[in-house]
């Protein structure tokens, strides 16, 4: 199969290049004037160059709107710092509430929509702390990239439904993210820096994180454990 | 008997002029060319798609964009018309003025250098173009230095394609040569367009050392432009000599 494309390819190719020779050596012999050339290939540069202009401009006025780029190495790990009560930056952080439950809290994360990790206090009462932090998406261009766009920003999130006995992630919108990236030749950027080989890419996505804050005092029905699934996406922090 | 003794530089330089305006079609062709490689090709895009793990439902598409194939064109481009220069017409228009082998070869010559110049800049400007298209299209990430930002890089990129337009355009030239000498040279290029592997040509293929690994896997500009002076000295020079064969007229 590979060896029929390949000789279909060199043969359209080949079939290219003659159909060129023959319309390029044709096109000299036609009666167009000199100055419509010239005129023509003027025109063309003018355009290019404003082109360049405008294409700066644009650039510069659109940029602003691009999605944050930012080192691989500064990627946070969420579930990590929850569980060991370390700081959490604010930009993660989508929705901080409170409820007031009754004597049980019944979690349902059906479609394990979201992680939910739930830490539990000697604090007497029925108040339940909740912070709710943004999913992630983030996706990176070329080999060996060492930075990665953050559309985290752009996602839909549905936050948990809270009744006075119960907390349930809803099935979460269908995000669809479309984007264009332009980056310069991978054949002329030998000099610059900027080589990019290949058009390959990678992405990242992170659930949206609960942190629930429920008094001893509350009793919790969590969702029966099937599997890992349980521990995975409903933990109780020990 | 002429009042006036021209230097073989004046004549050269005589001829060369006469062959850009004879030649005016071909820098029409090469925006034809242009124009088809940014309107049908896209710019050589290719479209991802990664859909998050379990049951979370993200897609997200993306589109690289680049003007690689508007490179390709201009690449082709340059192949036909280093092989055209050749062709017994252009010889033929030659013998209106009063020359010799060497006027004729450096007129050629450049023509040739003005046809990579040309060819090369207006490539590296059509980025601008694609770049525009891509930033109206909305949701855009254009992650490329532009001439304002990094004009080094601009002009580096500038000289990259001069560099290998030129070597093209006297590849082609050389073909050309060689089929005028020899038809025999038509079977055998067949013979090496069909049967040679591309990655005995590419970079990155089972084979370490390729032709165009040469150019391509050099980071110093300085060095790619020696490399690039001494292979078209060579293809060049084999053109010359070639040409040095022929009857006159032939």
Same mark, same amino acid.
């Given at each position: 199969m590979a060896a029929f494309t390949y000789i279909l390819f060199t043969t359209m190719f080949g079939i290219g290049l003659f159909i060129i020779i023959l319309v390029t050596q044709n096109l000299g012999r036609l009666q167009i004037k000199k100055s419509v050339h010239r005129t023509i290939f003027a025109v063309y540069i003018v355009l290019l160059l404003i082109a360049l202009v405008v294409g700066e401009a644009a650039e510069k006025k659109l940029g602003n709107q691009m999605p944050e780029r930012l080192p691989y190495d500064n990627q946070f790990d969420l579930e990590y710092a929850i569980i060991n009560k370390q700081p959490i930056p604010e930009s993660l952080l989508l929705e901080k509430r409170t409820h007031e439950v009754g004597e049980t809290l019944d979690i349902t994360n059906a479609y394990n929509q979201a992680v939910v990790l739930i830490e539990r206090t000697k604090d007497a009462g029925h108040t339940v702390k909740e912070a709710v932090y943004t999913p992630e998406l983030g996706a990176s261009f070329g080999n060996d990239a060492e930075e990665y766009y953050d559309f985290s920003g752009m996602l839909d999130v549905e936050l948990p439904v809270w009744t006075n006995h119960s907390m349930t992630v809803p099935i979460q919108p269908r995000n669809d993210i479309s984007f264009k990236f332009f980056h310069d030749s991978n054949v002329l950027g030998q000099f610059t820096g900027e080589k990019t080989t290949s058009y390959s890419s990678s992405s990242y996505s992170r659930f949206m994180s609960i942190h629930l804050i429920v008094p001893e005092s509350v009793e919790l029905k969590l969702p029966e454990a099937e599997g890992d699934e349980y521990t995975h996406y409903v933990r109780v922090i020990e | 008997m002429f009042s006036t003794r021209w230097s073989a530089a004046e004549w050269a330089k005589r001829q060369y002029l006469f062959k850009?305006? $004879?030649?005016?079609? !071909?820098?029409?062709?090469?925006?034809?060319? %242009? *124009? *088809?490689?940014?309107?049908? *090709?896209?710019?050589?895009?290719?479209?991802?798609?990664?859909s998050s793990e379990d049951y979370i439902p993200i897609t997200f598409n993306f589109t690289t964009v680049s003007y690689d194939g508007q490179i390709g064109m201009t690449l082709f481009w340059a192949f036909v018309v280093g092989f055209l220069l050749t062709s017994a017409a252009q010889?033929? +228009?030659?013998? /209106?003025?009063?020359?010799?082998?060497?006027? &004729? %070869?450096? $007129?050629?010559? @450049?023509?040739?250098?003005?046809?990579? /110049?040309i060819g090369s800049i207006t490539t590296v400007l059509l980025g601008s173009v694609m770049k525009i298209i891509i930033l109206l299209s909305g949701n855009a990430i254009v +992650?490329?230095?532009? =001439?304002?930002?990094?004009?080094?890089? &601009?002009?580096?990129?500038?000289?990259? !394609?001069?560099?290998?337009?030129? =070597? /093209?355009?006297?590849?082609? @030239?050389?073909a050309g040569t060689l089929i %005028?000498?020899?038809?025999? &040279? *038509? /079977?055998?290029f067949a013979a090496l367009w069909f049967g040679m592997p591309s990655s005995a040509i590419l970079v990155g293929g089972e084979y370490g050392f390729t032709p165009l690994s040469f150019f391509f896997n050099e980071t110093s500009l300085i060095l790619f432009i020696l490399k690039v002076i001494l292979a078209s000295v060579l293809l060049f020079g084999i053109s010359f000599f070639v040409t040095n064969r022929l009857e006159v007229r032939q």
């Amino acid at each position: 199969m590979a060896a029929f494309t390949y000789i279909l390819f060199t043969t359209m190719f080949g079939i290219g290049l003659f159909i060129i020779i023959l319309v390029t050596q044709n096109l000299g012999r036609l009666q167009i004037k000199k100055s419509v050339h010239r005129t023509i290939f003027a025109v063309y540069i003018v355009l290019l160059l404003i082109a360049l202009v405008v294409g700066e401009a644009a650039e510069k006025k659109l940029g602003n709107q691009m999605p944050e780029r930012l080192p691989y190495d500064n990627q946070f790990d969420l579930e990590y710092a929850i569980i060991n009560k370390q700081p959490i930056p604010e930009s993660l952080l989508l929705e901080k509430r409170t409820h007031e439950v009754g004597e049980t809290l019944d979690i349902t994360n059906a479609y394990n929509q979201a992680v939910v990790l739930i830490e539990r206090t000697k604090d007497a009462g029925h108040t339940v702390k909740e912070a709710v932090y943004t999913p992630e998406l983030g996706a990176s261009f070329g080999n060996d990239a060492e930075e990665y766009y953050d559309f985290s920003g752009m996602l839909d999130v549905e936050l948990p439904v809270w009744t006075n006995h119960s907390m349930t992630v809803p099935i979460q919108p269908r995000n669809d993210i479309s984007f264009k990236f332009f980056h310069d030749s991978n054949v002329l950027g030998q000099f610059t820096g900027e080589k990019t080989t290949s058009y390959s890419s990678s992405s990242y996505s992170r659930f949206m994180s609960i942190h629930l804050i429920v008094p001893e005092s509350v009793e919790l029905k969590l969702p029966e454990a099937e599997g890992d699934e349980y521990t995975h996406y409903v933990r109780v922090i020990e | 008997m002429f009042s006036t003794r021209w230097s073989a530089a004046e004549w050269a330089k005589r001829q060369y002029l006469f062959k850009m305006n $004879a030649n005016a079609s !071909m820098f029409t062709i090469l925006i034809v060319l %242009q *124009i *088809i490689g940014t309107i049908f *090709i896209s710019g050589a895009s290719v479209t991802s798609t990664h859909s998050s793990e379990d049951y979370i439902p993200i897609t997200f598409n993306f589109t690289t964009v680049s003007y690689d194939g508007q490179i390709g064109m201009t690449l082709f481009w340059a192949f036909v018309v280093g092989f055209l220069l050749t062709s017994a017409a252009q010889r033929n +228009e030659s013998f /209106v003025f009063v020359t010799n082998r060497l006027t &004729f %070869q450096l $007129a050629n010559f @450049y023509f040739i250098c003005t046809a990579a /110049v040309i060819g090369s800049i207006t490539t590296v400007l059509l980025g601008s173009v694609m770049k525009i298209i891509i930033l109206l299209s909305g949701n855009a990430i254009v +992650e490329t230095s532009g =001439l304002f930002a990094s004009p080094s890089d &601009f002009f580096s990129r500038v000289a990259a !394609m001069t560099g290998y337009t030129l =070597l /093209v355009l006297l590849l082609g @030239y050389l073909a050309g040569t060689l089929i %005028q000498w020899s038809k025999w &040279f *038509i /079977v055998l290029f067949a013979a090496l367009w069909f049967g040679m592997p591309s990655s005995a040509i590419l970079v990155g293929g089972e084979y370490g050392f390729t032709p165009l690994s040469f150019f391509f896997n050099e980071t110093s500009l300085i060095l790619f432009i020696l490399k690039v002076i001494l292979a078209s000295v060579l293809l060049f020079g084999i053109s010359f000599f070639v040409t040095n064969r022929l009857e006159v007229r032939q």
